[in-house]
């Protein structure tokens, strides 16, 4: 089948690490290849419908993921774990991790506790290391068919048109996420307009929450959306929001703030964001990272000074998958986050989409 195929190579690796998005796309360790796929007992075969292209699949190409995070993926690997399927003409959200029970091995504790994507195990057993999307083994969304175990398809629920549906997996991150922010706060701020964020500000009102609902945006579309999607107000900055709830302090050279928001969502994923969010998070709030920020510098003295509180959402017990999946019919809207569908072939206007991007493949 087709598919598009990361391979990790060192001068590209670099290359790109350095040029960020000035590197030549065509140059991305990635290519339009012929993959076999393979058979796998206990798996199906999913034809794939849409699969979105992940902030985390631009960090991996643009080598800024992080590090430490490496041993647990293997390549080379067809990319794509935000799949949209078709299985016996129906549509399906697939859960894209390899845990205990796709690799055939006794549940770890943390599987045992329904946490599979906590499971210890992901680089054990037969497979190879890694969930969907970022194993050797098994492909991605980003090819025309995927192979899962029947417990991880999600039947859609009928009228939700394929371009929301796609969107289950991230929901399933975010969903996960904003619950650890519970008992409500009172007031949220979410910290950039890219589709987590928005989707994020999108979900707390969808899960009932009539709290004050803050956005930081850097675009005016994305502030439009935000207020669209239900965001009581929308800074243009960090910096203009700490200023609107935060005393500013000086002393000689250095200034500090007091004050500042009872609940941080960071969205951006990076570095910068992270250290905004631990700023504008108020004595004895939260932060929640919705991104994945790796090597960084930053001021840890919030953690102690102001007792902040950080949580993180990486992905998803099968429970809270299908509460996203079972969210799908009344998040209308989602879909205009949808900034593009592409054939696999299209891959490098792809990656540069404004908004979500997805692909469609053939076949
Ligand atoms: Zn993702
Ligand atoms: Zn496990």
Redesign the pocket.
Known sequence: MKALLYTPSLPRFFGARLLGKRFPRKLLPLRLAEVPLPEREGFLRVRVRLSGICGSDLALLYGKSPPSIAPFFSFPAVLGHEILGEYEGSLVAVNPLL??ADRGLP??P??QEGE?GL???VAEGPLAPGMLGYNRDLPGGWGEWVLARPERLYPIPPGVPEERAVFAEPLAVVLRGLNKLKPWPEEVLVLGMGTIGLLAVRLLRALGYTGRLLAVAKYPHQAERAKAFGADGVYGSAKEALLARARRYRYLLFEGYRGGYEAVVEASGSGRGFREALALAREGGKVLLLGAPGLEVVDLSPFWFKEVALWGSYTYTREEFREAVGLLPELEGLESLVGGVYPLEAWPEALVAKGKALFRPKG
């Open positions: 845990a205990c549940p770890c943390r599987c599979e499971c210890q195990n």
